[in-house]
């Protein structure tokens, strides 16, 4: 009786019901899905369907896929001059489309003990105006310092102007600058979000252009927040470099606040308060610079030949520091040459301490054939490192705000300065040596041996390198 009533119910059990896989049946099952949604949707719900699919993935390979047109190789007609030579200047300022300058000086400020009482001396002896522009820009007791000072000027009579960047002060509220622009002073913002204008929203201002009367400024690493004080004496507070720049640096530095503070204030900034008269005498420690401020097009990315030919001129020695270290397929291949012909190439570079690991782990999926072939790197251990510099031969520095990475190069504004002066080269050098007694080499033998996880993740990490 048992056996009859199981087999009653098994009888009358439903059938298994097996879920249609999406594309079951080929191009037939897609005729059939594509009629089968055109009769359950109006013609112009299916319209602004595929309009927002191809809108999704049009803003995608925007913001995280590679930018202009890269050519497959990048090479000379000749031999580079050396970095010291007459030669060199004139080909490096026409590739880049920048004047060859003469004279000024330049002051190195080690982390926020020797930056924060150059920047607050500077803008309590100005006169007449302040332009400031940094990328971060974050509440604490530096911002309080430094608003405070430039209140103080601008009640003096002072014409203060402070350029935000739409991301980078995201951390701090408007709030904070209305008794400035109560006593006159211009805040604007570089990019913030706005319809219609999304696609280049991830497109940064990262220069760091602070010029005080137009003759005294400011470039480098650092910015607004409380990262900088001290000294690097933790983990929460950065080692960072910032060059205080005088003269014809200056009112070179200058250029790169005008440019971005128009197009966000709408406000051309003319005379002589802005653009002092240069004296006769263009003296002083620098012999030569160029200055670059940069604003990369789809197909225009000079900051990274600013970067590329002076390595490629080295003879002797390539040292670079940067906090994100994230070379193309050229920059790479050209460090890997001058490592295999003898050029003593060497990076100092972010150990565990980072406020990007994605941007580390894809610095680091290049680790093995820049060891393979030479390149010695190590990694800073104490705190996280954001100095951003280069030295060639010991003759050539580069200087500011670039970082050797995607953004850099292709997509955010900047602003560096290739200066020949072995003086400067020999302090930027001596600090780079002195460091690399903080950092942790990388043995390829020991790199070679790392948890295959973490091989995984840097690999996955390339895919959004156009964003680190």
Known sequence: MAAVEAHRHAGTRKPRQTRRRPFAGGFAGIQERWRAAREKFKWWEITIFIVGVLAAFTVVGALFFAVGNMPSRVYTDAPVPAVDTPEFAVALSNLVR?????????????????????????????????NFSVYIWKSGELSDKVLMALLRKQQQGVQVRILLDGVGAARIRDKAFEPLIAAGAKVEKYRTAKFGQLTRYHRRNHRRAIVIDGETGFTGGMAVSDVWLGHAQ??????????????????????????????????????????????????GAVEEFISLPNSPADDEQSMAYFFLLPIMAARHSVYLGSPYFIPDVHMTRVLEAQARAGVDVRLLLPGPHIDDWMARASSQARYDELLQAGVKIAEYQPTFIHAKYAVIDGQWSII?????????????????????????????????????????PIDLKEWRKRNPMNRMFETFSRIFDQQS
Do not use: C
């Not at 971005?260 to 004296?279: F, H, Q, R």
């Open 98 to 130: 920048a004047p060859i300058d003469r004279g000024g000086t330049v002051t190195v400020l080690n982390n926020g003990d020797e930056f924060v009482p150059a920047l607050i001396d500077a803008i309590n002896n100005a006169r007449h105006t302040i």
């Open 400 to 440: 500011g705000s670039p970082n050797l990475n995607s953004r850099s190069r292709q997509l955010d504004e900047e602003v560096a300065f290739g200066i020949l002066d072995p003086t400067l080269a020999g302090q930027i050098q001596d600090i780079f040596f002195r460091e690399q007694q903080k950092a942790k």
């Open 234 to 283: 933790d983990p929460d507070h950065w080692r960072d470099i910032m060059f205080k720049i005088t003269g014809p640096l200056a009112r070179r530095l200058q250029s790169a606040f005008v440019d971005t503070w128009v197009s966000s204030s709408g406000e051309i900034l003319v005379g002589p308060e802005i653009y002092p008269v240069a004296s006769a005498d263009a003296s």
